[in-house]
């Protein structure tokens, strides 16, 4: 994808995602069916994962190269990435501790909502500092899935709320 396909698929899967959230009943946002995370603290996830990536992109390049690096090997494609990232989870890959959401309120549903969407917002607006060779020589690192390019990040970034909505839905109908 190139950069305004990411901006897109970005703001779009991030959108259906609060949309979601938005209408979960005030009674329902709390559950945590079978254990799982409530729609809350999925938003609280969302949030803290969305958050250190608009950080990243608003240093300085030569400060995240300083930081973390150049990739030394192409970008993988969204389907590779999409699959590496499916097999960790499965092998019993957990968000780490800073990620692991606290428990949100039924009164800060909104605030959370605003907050997602103005980090999203603010990601796609770094984006268009970087060119399309950028996003494949400048690398993150993931917790899960170790350096990524910024081009796989954005990838990581467009699933893993896909992945967390399909959740939602899923706890919806349990």
């Known amino acids: 994808m190139d950069i305004p396909a990411l901006k897109n698929k970005l703001a779009e ?7 979601f959230v938005a209408a979960v009943p005030d009674e329902a ?3 945590q069916p079978n254990g799982k ?3 809350g603290q999925l938003l609280e996830h969302i949030y803290l994962s969305v958050k250190p990536v608009r950080q990243a992109l608003s240093l300085p390049k030569y400060f995240l190269r300083l930081l973390f690096g150049k990739a030394n090997r192409p970008s993988r ?12 989870l499965a092998a ?12 949100v309120p039924v009164e800060k549903k909104e ?3 605003k907050a997602v969407e103005k980090e999203i917002a603010l990601v796609c607006e770094k984006l268009e500092k970087y060119t399309e060779a950028e996003l494949d020589t400048y690398i993150l690192p993931h917790p899960l899935l170790g350096k990524l390019t910024l081009r796989e ?6 699933y893993h709320v896909s992945h967390h ?3 939602l839905q899923q706890n919806s109908r349990a």
């Open 77 to 88: 494609t969204y389907a590779t990435l999409v699959e590496k990232y499916q097999q960790k």
């Open 165 to 167: 909505l399909e959740q």
């Open 153 to 158: 990040m954005m990838y990581f970034t467009i």
């Open 111 to 113: 605030k959370g909502i």
């Open 29 to 31: 946002f709390l559950q």
């Open 92 to 103: 019993g890959g957990r968000a780490p501790g800073r990620f692991v959401p606290r428990p």
């Open 13 to 19: 899967n991030h959108r259906l995602f609060t949309a």
């Open 37 to 39: 995370w409530s729609a």
